[in-house]
């Protein structure tokens, strides 16, 4: 399977996802829930602006478009790199290891790969709580009339770093590089335990501005 999954129709992503095949599978989903959040974004500021109510809100528009738009790049980019990464610690398992020598040329080749099998969803988890923000500038400005998609992208954000957050924990134990530890120890313990607060406070302005 060489084609590349942001090529793909949704149907055959869905249909992908469902086969055996390990990769796409759940960091790849991920990163794609954070996409499509960063999307939701970019249409309410799309359906916001012709309705500005001030220099100051057409300026915070502008940034948070472009922002959603960057983010929604480096996500998709994240999806396929995420499948790809664990691609490759599938193939590194396989290799053979019936002397020392090629033990240890294949623990060489895991440890490399699980590396960078834990650092893509670890960008995932950063990206998407980006996207997250985003959301919560947006939603007090942004048209009534979409407000909803507002709440959605919000909850696909978070949705999108609790995912990859299972991704990196299942890993982790794999890694033998201690500051790629670290660093996914820092971030898991910054970013996720506020996520409920912050997807509560997002839902609601949500509310109350569709009330």
């Not at 994240?78 to 002397?99: I, M, S």
């Given at each position: 399977m060489d084609d590349r999954l942001t090529e793909l129709t949704v149907r055959n992503m869905v249909e992908r996802l469902a086969t055996s095949?390990?990769?796409?599978?759940?960091?790849?989903?991920?990163?794609?829930?954070?996409?499509?959040?960063?999307?939701?974004?970019?249409?309410?500021v799309e359906l916001t602006a012709p309705r500005v109510k001030s220099a100051?809100?057409?300026d915070a528009l502008v940034d948070i478009g472009g922002s959603a738009t960057m983010w929604q790049s480096e996500l998709l980019n994240?999806?396929?790199?995420?499948?790809?990464?664990?691609?490759?610690?599938?193939?590194?398992?396989?290799?053979?290891?019936?002397?020392e020598l090629e033990r240890q040329a294949r623990d060489v080749q895991v440890a490399a790969a699980m590396r960078e099998a834990t650092r893509a969803p670890l960008?995932?988890?950063r990206a998407a709580s980006a996207v997250l923000e985003l959301a919560e500038r947006l939603a007090p400005i942004g048209t009534r009339n979409a407000i909803?998609?507002?709440?959605?992208?919000?909850?696909?954000?978070?949705?999108?770093?609790r995912g990859a957050a299972l991704n990196v924990r299942i890993?982790?134990?794999?890694?033998?590089?201690?500051?790629?530890?670290?660093?996914?120890t820092t971030t898991l313990e910054a970013l996720l335990p506020g996520l409920a607060?912050?997807?509560?406070?997002?839902?609601?302005?949500?509310?109350?501005?569709m009330a």
């Open positions: 095949d390990p990769a796409p599978g759940g960091g790849s989903a991920s990163a794609l829930a954070g996409a499509m959040a960063a999307a939701l974004v970019r249409m309410v100051a809100e057409a994240l999806a396929e790199l995420d499948a790809n990464a664990y691609r490759a610690v599938v193939e590194a398992r396989r290799l053979p290891r019936g002397t960008e995932i988890i909803s998609d507002v709440g959605v992208g919000g909850m696909l954000a978070t949705t999108s770093a890993n982790l134990p794999y890694v033998q590089d201690s500051e790629l530890q670290a660093d996914a607060d912050r997807e509560r406070a997002l839902d609601s302005i949500v509310a109350e501005r």
